[in-house]
């Protein structure tokens, strides 16, 4: 059974940075795509970025030049560096991995942005 757990949400003044991580159990072969999700509040989920497992990346235009995504596939683990954090930031921080055609998520982390 596959596990998704993610951390290293927490609360940050606007400017600020925090590192999202993500752990995978349970695959016993190469994950293909992992990545971030993200749902405001009153908001529908959104994708933030992913990454193939050959190192493709894609990010959604809000977040091109602020976050980095990568990835550990030894340690089947999934990254989001997040700079320059804004109040438009704040959501809960889903990882999703798909293996082998079945999408996985994790139970969310929550990113608070304010002063």
């Known amino acids: 059974q596959v596990q998704v757990v993610e951390s290293g ?3 940050v003044q606007p400017g600020g940075s925090l590192r999202l991580s993500c752990a995978v159990s349970g695959s016993e072969y190469s994950i293909y795509v992992m990545g971030w999700y993200r749902q405001a509040a009153g908001k529908q989920r959104e994708l933030v970025a992913d990454i193939q497992s050959g ?8 977040v091109k030049g602020r976050f980095t995504i990568s990835r550990d596939n030894a340690k089947n683990a ?3 560096q997040m700079n320059s954090l804004q109040p438009e930031d704040t959501a809960v921080y889903f990882c999703h991995v798909l ?4 999408g996985y998520w994790g139970q969310g982390t929550q990113v608070t942005v304010s002063s």
């Open 9 to 11: 949400g927490g609360w």
């Open 78 to 80: 999934v990254y989001l």
């Open 99 to 102: 293996y082998f055609h079945v």
């Open 55 to 62: 190192g493709t990346t894609n990010y959604a235009d809000a």
